[in-house]
């Protein structure tokens, strides 16, 4: 071979020198985005000693070539190296286009991101890989909690729901990796179903103004983006082992990524986590066991110009329900209230059994994007989702191993983006998503079915931008509309159908009628509109000033329309109701940040009018041969949400420093003049953290977590009238609305690097968590009526990255 | 450019073959199984012609809006006579009525029947069965699928039935036919008023 190679260069060298070299390349170099010139290019030709620099006006020449083939390296400060090959016969005229945006996408990413997400002028706060790594064997619930104005709605420690500035569920979209999650998050006790393993950072946007990936956020939007890969040879990964005392549990998660000079790459990552019973500080919390396992793959090319990303994610839990929530009637609720203990705990234990909720969700993607010169950035997006929701109750003979729940949720979609970017003052992106969605009430359960059949269609378009004014002056707004239609096919009981009125209002609707029981059609149309509009202004170096107004419009949710049935963990009848309108809500968010020294603060108060918000709230008491269930039903109301997350922080040194971040919501429902329900009690968290590079960058921090009471609840209180255990009927108040009393925790987090082999660092974390074994109950927590929350946990974690 | 045009290609093929999902039809009608519409507890005279109280709670659209119809036949109670008890639970959405005094045979252990007597009414209740009589499996803790009842004094007053899926039996009290330590889940709660004469 080194012969062959030989022979060719000496032919080929002795034939170029045979010829004529005084040709001529000559040219321009621009910039891909907005055509400018770019000035001080070094353009060299690959195996000859010539170079030359562009001029003021991005002019070029290399002079003395003879003719053949070249290789033309030009590398620029502010772009990444390119390489063109000219073919050389006689003096060439040739413009060059240079990426010139590469340098900003990579090492600014934090500040990129946000105005990438969001909009500059909204509310919005990221969370970055080593804060993530910290709860990989925990969801993301529970790190978003971090974040000042993010708590979360419980049911039980493991299934946790964000709740952004006290809006939660449908209210909050959460964007996996640029597709909208579509896994039944309408359920409060439905956990995200996404392994936050997988995402490299998290952004919280506060607000609506991320109107590329809905229009319905009223709450908010919650992105995670995927590890983006390196364009050079390499291949690295990690590997994170957690092993946690509270659970006798583990996790291990392994991410490998392998990139290629030309952009291509491929990346793998698997998770697993497995944890018995969990123990709140005096007892074992029966059945709270989960068993995960996930895992995603991808690929793609990213050049420049053009490129295109392939991706699949597998999530699959089984997640233990505490078995002392599950109850009959509400005789056994207030049973469970007034004893203040769990009615069942037995030994701890690993296995998982009813009642348990088994969840699976694929989302397979397929992304491409092709760059164009002096316009920007086109991207054509399809995903497939299917969501798999099994729920167990406790239940006899033939049917105990059967689900109660069985729904299988299938969507489609379909997404183009245009980001124009070129302008360095302007930037705009024009959209339009569409997508289908099939839900799958498998009718072997033997259960009524809580949420029917149905048939979604979506469609939505958008446009958003924004304008530097000057540099410290930047203004952006956008809207979006989406049109909805739902068709479902749902079975109502007679009795139910009458009781509803709906035999007066939709009688229309009846396909069939069989015994006690009718099939309905309903198709439902929805119009959304949403906008947003807003300001930053940067007034010194560090400080700045940003306002924004955003409104959302959401259609009802399939839950609130038509669920229908029984509640087992709370006892309830759940009720929804085809008349229910969208809600819309207008929000107006004011966040001021700025440093000072070591000082740096943030502060964001909001205002948000929701008109026609969408609640569930009890509405009186059904009887059955089981004894009596409070029927819950969804109604609309006007609300409003005001309140303010604060943070700040102070630097004494290298060492040491303190950081401390405080929420407060205010939720009212106008109509009654009453608190809203579920509002997140007021929250403080302070964190003292010492740290010191040369010992191995050892990091101990110190968190306080305090969780005032929630004064503010609606009181939904009713009585009931029962048969005591010693026979005799009373009559009861059922004490439900009463918030638990107010916490306060402390966390130590520890963490050191140790160098390993030759390019491999090991961090070895020592937690623990509750530390002084506080027992407490939050009001957010479905299960708080039936147990105390979890106890004290150590937790030790090694991180190797190679 | 000419990867482009291979990820356009699957781009179209994925959605083509996508957009082929299978269609249900029409959704299956549901009658569910384990619905308990109705409860019988027959109260036979260990005395005379054997006469029989009935005591129903009929709820056909179980978890619906309609409460259960309550209804006791066969007259009154006779001071001083026990009473043989019996109770069966069925579901009557299906056809024929399905018996799921069946399935609580079959998982005895895990069920159990507690009969109380309210204040005002003379009575008293023993259970009649064991665990071992249906599962042979060597228990004596009571199912309470028949009972005795033995009416005291002329008086009037609530006669409950409760059945509990998975109480603790061996709790203190519970195999005498205490709810106070029996836990579990309530299957049924259904309350009669019933006069002695």
């Given at each position: 071979?080194?012969?062959?190679?030989?022979?060719?260069v000496?032919?080929?060298?002795?034939?170029?020198?045979?010829?004529?070299?005084d040709?001529?390349?000559?040219?321009?170099?621009?910039?891909?985005?907005d055509?400018?010139?770019?000035?001080?290019?070094?353009?060299?030709?690959?195996?000859?000693?010539?170079?030359?620099?562009?001029?003021?006006?991005?002019?070029?020449?290399?002079?003395?070539?003879?003719?053949?083939?070249?290789?033309?390296t030009?590398?620029?400060?502010?772009?990444?190296?390119?390489?063109?090959?000219?073919?050389?016969?006689?003096?060439?005229?040739?413009?060059?286009?240079?990426?010139?945006?590469?340098?900003?996408?990579?090492?600014?990413?934090?500040?990129?991101?946000?105005?990438k997400?969001?909009?500059?002028s909204?509310?919005?706060?990221?969370?970055?890989?080593?804060?993530?790594?910290?709860y990989?064997?925990?969801?993301?619930g529970?790190a978003l909690?971090?974040?000042?104005?993010?708590?979360?709605?419980?049911?039980?420690?493991?299934?946790?729901?964000?709740?952004?500035?006290?809006?939660?569920s449908s209210?909050?979209?959460?964007?996996?990796?640029?597709?909208r999650?579509?896994?039944?998050?309408?359920?409060?006790?439905?956990a995200?179903?996404?392994?936050?393993?997988?995402?490299?950072?998290?952004?919280?946007?506060?607000?609506?103004?991320?109107?590329?990936?809905?229009?319905?956020?009223?709450?908010?939007?919650?992105?995670?983006?995927?590890?983006?890969?390196?364009?050079?040879?390499?291949?690295?990964?990690?590997?994170?082992?957690?092993?946690?005392?509270?659970?006798?549990?583990?996790g291990?998660?392994s991410?490998?990524?392998?990139?290629?000079?030309?952009?291509?790459?491929?990346?793998?990552?698997?998770?697993?986590?497995?944890?018995?019973?969990?123990?709140?500080?005096?007892?074992?919390?029966?059945?709270?066991?989960?068993?995960?396992?996930?895992?995603?793959?991808?690929?793609?090319l990213?050049?420049f110009?053009?490129?295109?990303?392939?991706?699949?994610?597998?999530y699959?839990?089984?997640?233990?329900?505490?078995?002392?929530?599950?109850?009959?009637?509400?005789?056994d609720?207030?049973?469970?209230?007034?004893?203040?203990?769990?009615?069942?705990?037995?030994?701890?234990?690993?296995d998982?059994?009813?009642?348990?909720?088994?969840?699976?969700?694929?989302?397979?993607?397929?992304?491409?994007?092709?760059?164009?010169?002096?316009?920007?950035?086109?991207?054509l997006?399809?995903?497939?989702?299917?969501?798999?929701?099994l729920?167990?109750?406790?239940?006899?003979?033939?049917?105990?191993?059967?689900?109660?729940?069985?729904?299988?949720?299938?969507?489609?979609?379909?997404?183009?983006?245009?980001?124009?970017?070129?302008?360095?003052?302007?930037?705009?992106?024009?959209?339009?998503?569409?997508?289908?969605?099939?839900n799958?009430?498998?009718?072997?359960?033997?259960?009524?079915?809580?949420?029917?059949?149905?048939?979604?269609?979506?469609?939505g378009?958008?446009?958003?931008a924004?304008?530097?004014?000057?540099?410290?002056?930047?203004?952006?707004?956008?809207?979006?509309?989406?049109?909805?239609?739902?068709?479902?096919?749902?079975?109502?009981?007679?009795?139910?159908?009458?009781?509803?009125?709906?035999?007066?209002?939709?009688?229309?609707?009846?396909?069939?009628?069989?015994d006690n029981?009718?099939l309905?059609?309903?198709?439902?149309?929805?119009?959304?509109?949403?906008?947003t509009?807003?300001?930053?202004?940067?007034?010194?170096?560090?400080?700045?000033l940003?306002?924004?107004?955003?409104?959302?419009?959401?259609?009802p949710?399939?839950?609130?329309?038509?669920?229908?049935?029984?509640?087992?963990?709370?006892?309830?009848?759940?009720?929804?109701?085809?008349?229910?309108?969208?809600?819309?809500?207008?929000?107006?968010s004011?966040?001021?940040?700025?440093?000072?020294?070591?000082?740096?603060?943030?502060?964001?108060?909001?205002?948000?009018?929701i008109?026609?918000?969408?609640?569930?709230?009890?509405?009186?008491?059904?009887?059955t041969?089981?004894?009596?269930?409070?029927?819950?039903?969804?109604?609309q109301?006007?609300?409003?949400?005001?309140?303010?997350?604060?943070?700040?922080?102070?630097?004494?040194?290298?060492?040491?420093?303190?950081?401390?971040g405080?929420?407060?919501?205010?939720?009212h429902?106008?109509?009654?003049?009453?608190?809203?329900?579920?509002?997140?009690?007021?929250?403080?968290?302070t964190?003292?953290?010492?740290?010191?590079?040369?010992?191995?960058?050892?990091?101990?921090?110190?968190?306080n977590?305090?969780?005032?009471?929630?004064?503010r609840?609606?009181?939904?209180?009713?009585?009931?009238?029962?048969?005591?255990?010693?026979?005799?009927?009373?009559?009861?108040?059922?004490?439900?609305?009463e918030?638990?009393?107010?916490?306060?925790l402390?966390?130590l987090?520890?963490?050191?690097?140790?160098?390993?082999?030759?390019?491999?660092?090991?961090?070895?974390?020592?937690?623990?968590?509750?530390?002084?074994?506080?027992?407490?109950?939050?009001?957010?927590?479905?299960q708080?009526?039936?147990?105390?929350?979890?106890?004290?946990?150590?937790?030790?974690?090694?991180?190797?990255?190679? | 450019?000419?990867?482009?045009?291979?990820?356009?290609?699957?781009?179209?093929?994925?959605?083509?073959?996508?957009?082929?999902?299978?269609?249900?039809?029409?959704?299956?009608l549901?009658?569910?199984?384990?619905v308990?519409?109705?409860?019988?507890?027959?109260?036979k005279?260990?005395?005379?012609?054997?006469?029989?109280?009935?005591?129903?709670?009929?709820?056909?659209?179980?978890?619906?809006?309609?409460?259960?119809?309550?209804?006791?036949?066969?007259?009154?109670?006779q001071?001083?006579?026990?009473?043989?008890?019996?109770?069966?639970?069925?579901?009557?959405?299906?056809?024929?009525?399905?018996?799921?005094?069946?399935?609580i045979?079959?998982?005895?252990?895990?069920?159990?029947?507690?009969?109380?007597?309210?204040?005002?009414?003379?009575?008293?209740?023993?259970?009649?069965?064991?665990?071992?009589?249906?599962?042979?499996?060597?228990?004596l803790?009571?199912?309470?699928?028949?009972?005795?009842?033995?009416?005291?004094?002329a008086?009037?007053g609530?006669?409950?039935?409760?059945?509990?899926?998975?109480p603790?039996?061996?709790?203190?009290?519970v195999?005498?036919?205490?709810?106070t330590?029996?836990?579990?889940e309530?299957?049924?709660?259904?309350?009669?008023?019933?006069?002695?004469?």
């Open positions: 071979m080194k012969f062959f190679t030989l022979v060719f000496c032919v080929f060298g002795l034939h170029i020198q045979a010829q004529e070299c040709y001529t390349i000559s040219g321009v170099v621009r910039d891909f985005h055509g400018q010139v770019l000035p001080n290019a070094t353009l060299s030709i690959n195996g000859y000693q010539k170079y030359a620099l562009s001029n003021l006006d991005g002019k070029y020449a290399l002079k003395g070539l003879c003719e053949g083939s070249y290789v033309i030009i590398t620029h400060p502010e772009c990444e190296v390119a390489e063109f090959t000219v073919e050389v016969s006689g003096d060439v005229q040739r413009d060059f286009k240079l990426e010139h945006h590469t340098e900003e996408l990579n090492s600014v990413t934090v500040k990129g991101q946000n105005l997400k969001g909009s500059a909204s509310a919005a706060q990221i969370l970055q890989t080593d804060a993530l790594e910290s990989s064997d925990a969801s993301l529970d909690r971090e974040i000042p104005g993010v708590s979360s709605l419980n049911t039980g420690s493991t299934v946790v729901k964000p709740v952004i500035q006290g809006l939660h209210r909050v979209l959460i964007i996996n990796n640029g597709t999650m579509e896994d039944q998050e309408w359920g409060v006790e439905h995200p179903n996404l392994d936050l393993n997988t995402a490299a950072n998290v952004t919280v946007v506060k607000g609506a103004s991320a109107l590329r990936y809905g229009g319905d956020a009223v709450g908010g939007v919650i992105l995670t983006e995927s590890p983006k890969a390196p364009a050079k040879d390499t291949l690295y990964g990690k590997t994170i082992l957690s092993g946690a005392s509270n659970g006798r549990g583990y291990i998660t991410t490998l990524m392998k990139a290629y000079h030309s952009g291509l790459y491929i990346q793998g990552q698997g998770t697993r986590k497995r944890s018995g019973d969990r123990e709140a500080p005096d007892y074992v919390l029966s059945n709270t066991g989960v068993s995960e396992n996930d895992f995603s793959v991808g690929f793609g990213d050049k110009t053009y490129g295109f990303d392939a991706y699949y994610s597998m699959d839990a089984e997640i233990g329900i505490l078995r002392a929530s599950h109850i009959g009637n509400v005789s609720l207030v049973r469970a209230i007034n004893s203040g203990e769990p009615d069942v705990i037995r030994d701890f234990i690993y998982i059994n009813a009642p348990k909720q088994d969840v699976r969700h694929h989302l397979a993607k397929l992304s491409v994007f092709k760059r164009f010169e002096k316009a920007g950035k086109l991207t997006d399809y995903s497939f989702q299917q969501n798999n929701r729920e167990y109750d406790i239940r006899r003979g033939e049917n105990r191993d059967k689900p109660s729940l069985d729904l299988r949720l299938t969507t489609h979609t379909l997404q183009s983006n245009f980001a124009y970017d070129a302008r360095s003052d302007f930037k705009a992106d024009f959209g339009v998503e569409a997508s289908y969605q099939e799958f009430p498998n009718p072997e359960t033997d259960i009524r079915r809580l949420i029917p059949d149905y048939e979604m269609y979506t469609f378009a958008y446009a958003t924004s304008y530097d004014i000057n540099s410290n002056f930047k203004l952006d707004g956008g809207f979006r509309y989406d049109f909805s239609e739902i068709d479902a096919e749902k079975f109502y009981q007679n009795s139910r159908w009458e009781e509803r009125d709906y035999d007066t209002d939709f009688a229309d609707l009846i396909v069939e009628q069989f029981q009718l309905v059609n309903p198709v439902f149309d929805y119009h959304n509109f949403s906008g509009l807003g300001g930053r202004y940067q007034f010194a170096n560090n400080w700045d940003k306002l924004n107004f955003s409104s959302a419009s959401r259609a949710n399939p839950a609130e329309l038509f669920s229908d049935g029984l509640h087992h963990s709370a006892a309830i009848i759940e009720l929804g109701d085809l008349r229910i309108k969208q809600e819309q809500s207008y929000k107006t004011l966040e001021l940040n700025g440093q000072s020294g070591g000082f740096s603060f943030g502060i964001n108060p909001y205002y948000n009018q008109s026609d918000f969408i609640i569930l709230e009890p509405t009186g008491l059904q009887f041969n089981r004894g009596a269930f409070p029927v819950h039903e969804y109604r109301v006007d609300a409003r949400l005001y309140g303010v997350d604060l943070q700040a922080a102070y630097y004494f040194n290298d060492q040491f420093d303190v950081k401390t405080f929420a407060y919501v205010n939720g429902d106008l109509d009654r003049d009453r608190p809203l329900i579920d509002m997140p009690a007021p929250n403080v968290n964190t003292f953290s010492f740290r010191k590079a040369e010992w191995n960058n050892l990091n101990v921090s110190l968190r977590q305090s969780v005032f009471k929630q004064n609840f609606p009181d939904n209180d009713f009585e009931v009238t029962y048969i005591n255990d010693s026979g005799d009927e009373v009559t009861e108040t059922v004490r439900i609305s918030s638990p009393a107010a916490y306060s402390f966390h987090a520890s963490s050191a690097e140790f160098k390993v082999l030759n390019q491999s660092t090991l961090t070895l974390g020592l937690f623990v968590d509750n530390i002084l074994n506080t027992a407490y109950r939050d009001y957010l927590n479905r708080r009526y039936f147990a105390d929350d979890l106890g004290r946990n150590f937790k030790i974690q090694i991180k190797l990255n190679y | 450019m000419k990867n482009l045009k291979i990820s356009s290609l699957l781009l179209l093929a994925l959605i083509s073959f996508s957009s082929c999902s299978d269609d249900e039809g029409t959704p299956e549901i009658n569910e199984e384990e308990i519409t109705t409860v019988t507890v027959t109260l005279s260990n005395f005379g012609n054997g006469e029989e109280i009935i005591l129903t709670s009929r709820d056909l659209d179980g978890e619906g809006p309609d409460a259960p119809v309550i209804s006791v036949t066969g007259g009154n109670l001071s001083g006579i026990e009473y043989t008890g019996t109770v069966v639970l069925e579901n009557e959405t299906v056809s024929p009525a399905e018996v799921i005094n069946e399935e045979i079959a998982e005895a252990d895990e069920h159990q029947f507690f009969y109380q007597i309210g204040s005002g009414l003379d009575a008293t209740v023993s259970y009649d069965d064991t665990e071992n009589q249906y599962l042979n499996n060597g228990s803790n009571p199912v309470g699928l028949s009972f005795t009842l033995t009416a005291g004094a008086s009037t609530q006669f409950t039935v409760t059945l509990r899926h998975e603790n039996k061996d709790a203190a009290g195999s005498e036919g205490n709810l330590n029996a836990g579990g309530t299957d049924v709660a259904q309350t009669f008023n019933l006069t002695i004469e």
